[in-house]
């Protein structure tokens, strides 16, 4: 019987996840606005540590100017390596961890900047932000590269892509909503994104309601997790009554009232002594 070659297809060893702060997203954004007009896409740089349980946590982002063509990628290698080390000198715990651009998923260009930042570190993760809207929203996603082999000729790179997390507080949130549309009227004011809040998480009390009310008729499988969940979130809400809540809300909100009020006499002053300044110079 020949011999016969073998096609090996080498997968992660283990599963790997990321997670992204909105940090991130937004200063990958604000560099895709502010790029030349000759460049259709930027791309950059991922910073951030390796978790215990390792999932990759990046925290940090810088562009990388390039020039690109149908079957080559130049990057400002030594522009990289000066924007590391300053960053490293601000946060020395803050490491490279893969790379980002924009766009639509992977491109024909990506397989030589993965290969570049595989050099840099080990299992670089490849961020992807859809600043064309291509479903009519801004779709993030994150890969990593798996090698192809062919008994031990290694043939080419595979990306594939992994979960990724996007966690982000109430207020990043409502931004990241705006962040994601193709078209936006006008910012919400604070009173319009916590009614935005407030009604997301009616919704999610509702939800949970209709799951207990199922698994009690039967309707659902019990899960010892999602319970437990359940009970330990209901069981961090504080027992406050109503008219003590209403104070509560009521004191921060003239607390709120009053730094704006400051913040904007502040303002006020600084445009006059600046007036002042530029007549006192012109005389």
Known sequence: MADQTVLQFFPLSTSLSAKVHPLVIFNICDCFVRRPDSAERVIGTLLGSVLPDGTV??????????????????????????????????????????????????TGGSALIHDFYSREVTNPVHLTVDTGFTNGEASIKAFVSVNLSLGDQQLAAQFQEIPLDLRMV???????????????????????????????LLALI??????????????????????????????????????????????????????LYLSSITRTQLSLAEKLNTAAQIL
Not at 65 to 82: F, G, K, R, T
Not at 178 to 183: M, Q
């Open 206 to 259: 509702d939800d949970t309601y209709k799951y207990v009310d199922d698994v009690v008729e039967g309707r659902v499988a019990p899960d010892n997790n999602i319970g437990r969940f359940i009970s330990d979130t209901v069981s961090s809400i504080p027992k406050i009554s109503p008219p003590a809540f209403d104070k509560l809300v009521n004191d921060s909100l003239q607390d709120q009232l009053l730094l």
């Open 57 to 106: 946590d990046i925290r940090n982002s810088y562009v990388v100017p390039h020039n690109e063509s149908s079957d080559q990628v130049a990057l400002d290698i030594d522009y990289h390596h000066n924007m590391l080390s300053s960053h490293q000198k601000v946060n020395p715990k803050e490491v490279i961890v893969g790379w980002f651009s924009t766009g639509f998923g992977v």
């Open 170 to 200: 109430e207020a990043e949130r409502v931004g990241f909503d705006i962040l994601k549309t193709t078209a936006v009227d006008k910012l919400p004011t604070d009173m319009e994104g916590m009614e935005a809040t407030m009604e997301r």
